[in-house]
C-alpha cells in the first residue's frame, strides 16, 4: 500500500522538532538530539501504523508502544500531543518540571500513553518482549482457538530503541528469547546514529547488530537515510514499506535499523555527542530553525493547522478500527460467556470467591523445604486461577516454579522431551537470564491482567536487581520465587550463599520481602501476596525445614498473622523476659531456644517476622502488642546481615547473624560454624536481659 504523506505531514513532523529542541531550552536540560532526529519515524507510527484510542489509553485492543531509549522521552510526549491523547502544549513546556505529566524520562502510571517505565537503557526493549509474550498467553486464555493474527486480543508492540540499549546485556537476554519464541507481534526502530554521551559509538560498540539479530531469529531490515555520499533524506516511504514487511512476517520479530544523524538539521551540533544529553543553546538553536523555514525568534511555535490535522487523522483511522473491533469483541462475548466473565474479573483484579479453599494443608510435624511447600501452592492453585503463570531462570525443578500437568509457552518445534508446550502455554523457560527475566515480567504485569512469577537462586537476584527496582516504582504486581535462601545451600559454597541480599532488597522501597518460616506460612505468604497488587518477593528454603501444628492446644499461633509482616508464634504467661525475633528457617531455632531459656527459668517470646516491610506498615497499637516496649531484652535471628534488625532490638539488644561470606561444606555444619544455633541465640539473650537491666 502507498503510503500517504503530505505537507501536512512534514509540518507536523517540524512541529515535533522545534517543540523537542525548545522544550529542552527552556527546561534547561534534557535530550533533544534523538528526539530531533527520530521525530519522522515516531510520527509515521502514531499516524499510519498503530492502533490507538485517544479516548481510552488502556482499551484492551490498543496496540502498544515502548520507549526504549526513554532519555528521549520528548520522542513520545509530543506524539501524544500530536495523537491528541491528553497531552497538551503546555505539557511540552513544562518539561522535567515538578508535578508535570512530561517526567525526564516516561513513567507508567504518571502519563496516558505512557505503556512503561522507561529509562534504564535495554529494559524497555526486553519488557517489551514481556507485552509481546503477554499478547500471547492473553489470546490463548481468552480466544485459543482463533489462530494467531484474527482475534480481538492479538495487536502489535512497538519500540522504538537506541545504540545503547542495544550496547546493554538485557536487551541481548530478552531479544535471544525473542527469536526462540517467535514473536512476530513485536516490531522495534533502531534509531542507528552512531552518537553517544561519550560521541562516537566506535570506541566502544563495532559489531554487526542485525547480523546478531538475524542469528537471534529476527527478520532484520536496513533503511538508510544517510547515503553513502553523505547527502541525507528523512525517507519515511522507505521506513513505511518496512514497517508493512515487519507486519507481514508473524513468525519472527522485526528489527529495523534506521541511520540516522542525531539532532538533524541543527548546524554544527547535530551528529555530535554535544547534541545527545544537553540543550542546544541559543546560536544551535535558532539554527536549526532557521534550517527548517520556520521563526527563529519564536519559542513552541506549534503549527496548529497540522497539529488539528494530526489529532484529526487518528481520531478517525481509530473510529474506524474500534468500530470493527467493538463488533468483533461484542461477538467473541456473547459466545463465550464464561472467559468473558473471566476476562471482567481479571480487569477488575478480583480474585474468585473461595480459591483460598484450594491452597494446601500441609501436616503437622513433618518438614518440608518452604521451595517444595511453594510448588504445592502453585499447583494446587493453578485450577482457580489461570491468571497466575511463570517460571524460572533454567531453574524450574529446583525452584519449584513449574505448573505439573500445564504446557510450557513455546512454539511447539522448541519442546523438549522434558517440556513439551505450544504458543499459549502457561510455564515460562526463560533461560539463564535473570535481568531479562525480571524486565520480561514487568512487561507482562504492566500489560495486565495476568499475574506473572519469575525464580531464581536468592544469590542471582544480584543480577535482576534492576528490572526488581523499576517493577517496584511502577508498583507492578511481579512475584519472585527466590529459593536457596542463606548458607543452608552448603557445598556450593559462598558464591551461591546469599548473605546480603535480604538487606539488600529490604532497602528497596514497595517491595515485600517475605521469607516464611515453614510450609504453612509459606501457603499464607502466596495467599497474602495474591490478594495484594504489589511486587514481593517469596525467599524461600532448599533445606527441610519442620512444619509443626499450630492453634489451639498446640502452644504455637496459626500462620494467619503472617498478612501483618510479622505475629506472636509462641507466648509466655505475664510479660515475656526476653523476644526472640526470627525470619524463615532460623524460626525453628528460634523456638528450640526458647525451650532451653525455660529450663533456665527465662520465659522467652518467640515472633515470627516474615515480612518486616508489612510489619512497618502496621499501626503503633498492633506493634506494640508484638513488641511491647516495655521488654528491652530482645534477640534477632536471620543466617544474613543483622543490619535491618537493629531498629527493632534497640540498644539493648542482641543479633544472631552472619557478618561475612558462606563457606563450601555441609550446610547443618555451616549454620553451626557461623552460631545460627539455639545454643548461640540463649547466649545472645542472657546477654540481652544483663544489658537491659543494665
Known sequence: MTLKWDQIDDRAVATAKIL?????????????????????????????????DPSD??????????????????????????????????????????????????????T??????????????????????????????????????ESVF??????????????????????????????????????????????????????????RYEAYGWHVQRVDWLSDDGSYCEDVAALDAALESAKAVTDKPSLIAVRTIIGWPTPVKQNTGGIHGAKLGEEALKGLKREMGLDEDKMFDADLEAVEAARKNVADRCAEYRKDWDARFDAWKAANPERAALLERLESGKLPEGWEECLPVFEPGTSLATRAASGKVLNAIAEALPEVWGGSADLAGSNNTYMTGQPSFLPEEASSTAFQGNEFGRNLHFGVREFAMGAILNGIAADGPTRPYGGTFFVFSDFMRGAVRLAALMDLPVTY?????????????????????????RAIPNLAVIRPADATETAQAWKAVLEQSHPAALVLSRQNLPNPARGE???????????RGAYVL????????????????????????????????????VVSVPC?????????????????????????????????????????????????????????????????????????AQESIAAAKA
Open 20 to 52: 523537542a529542541a525548545d522544550a529542552v531550552e527552556q527546561a534547561g536540560s534534557g535530550h533533544p538530539g534523538t528526539a530531533i532526529s527520530i521525530a519522522p519515524a515516531a510520527y509515521l507510527l502514531y499516524q499510519r501504523h498503530m492502533h490507538i
Open 57 to 110: 489509553d488502556r482499551w484492551i485492543g490498543r496496540d502498544r508502544f515502548i520507549l526504549s531509549a526513554g532519555h528521549s522521552s520528548l520522542t513520545q510526549y509530543i506524539q501524544l500531543y500530536l495523537a491528541g491523547m491528553g497531552l497538551e502544549l503546555e505539557d511540552i513546556k513544562n518539561l522535567r518540571t515538578a508535578g508535570s505529566l512530561t517526567p525526564g524520562h516516561p513513567e507508567f502510571g504518571h
Open 112 to 149: 496516558k500513553g505512557v505503556e512503561i517505565t522507561t529509562g534504564p537503557l535495554g529494559t524497555g526493549i526486553a519488557s517489551a518482549v514481556g507485552f509481546a509474550m503477554n499478547a500471547r498467553r492473553v489470546h490463548g486464555l481468552f480466544d485459543p482457538e482463533t489462530p494467531l493474527g
Open 154 to 211: 492479538d495487536h502489535n508492540v512497538f519500540v522504538i530503541a537506541g545504540d545503547g540499549c542495544f550496547q546493554e546485556g538485557v536487551s541481548s537476554e530478552a531479544s535471544s528469547l525473542a527469536g526462540t519464541q517467535k514473536l512476530g507481534n513485536l516490531t522495534m526502530i533502531w534509531d542507528d546514529n552512531h552518537i553517544s554521551i561519550e560521541d562516537d559509538t566506535k570506541i566502544a560498540f563495532t559489531e554487526d547488530v542485525l547480523a
Open 481 to 505: 520465587v527466590w529459593t536457596h535462601d542463606s548458607i543452608g545451600v552448603g557445598e556450593d559454597g559462598p558464591t551461591h550463599q546469599p548473605i546480603e541480599h535480604l538487606t539488600a532488597y
Open 553 to 563: 492446644g498446640t502452644g504455637l499461633a496459626t500462620a494467619e498473622g503472617l498478612v
Open 570 to 605: 509462641a507466648d509466655t504467661e505475664g510479660t515475656p523476659d526476653v523476644i526472640l525475633m526470627a525470619s524463615g528457617s532460623e524460626v525453628s531455632v528460634a523456638l528450640e531456644a526458647r525451650d532451653t531459656l525455660a529450663t533456665q527459668g527465662v520465659a522467652a517470646r
Open 612 to 684: 518486616l516491610d508489612w510489619f512497618e506498615q502496621q499501626d503503633a497499637e498492633y506493634r506494640e502488642s508484638v513488641l511491647p516496649a516495655s521488654v528491652k531484652a530482645r534477640v534477632s535471628v536471620e543466617a544474613g546481615l543483622a543490619n535491618p534488625w537493629y531498629r527493632w532490638i534497640g540498644e539493648a539488644g542482641r543479633a544472631v547473624s552472619i557478618e561475612t561470606y558462606g563457606a563450601s561444606a555441609d550446610g547443618d555444619f555451616l549454620f553451626k560454624e557461623y552460631g545460627i544455633d539455639a545454643a548461640h541465640v540463649v547466649e545472645a
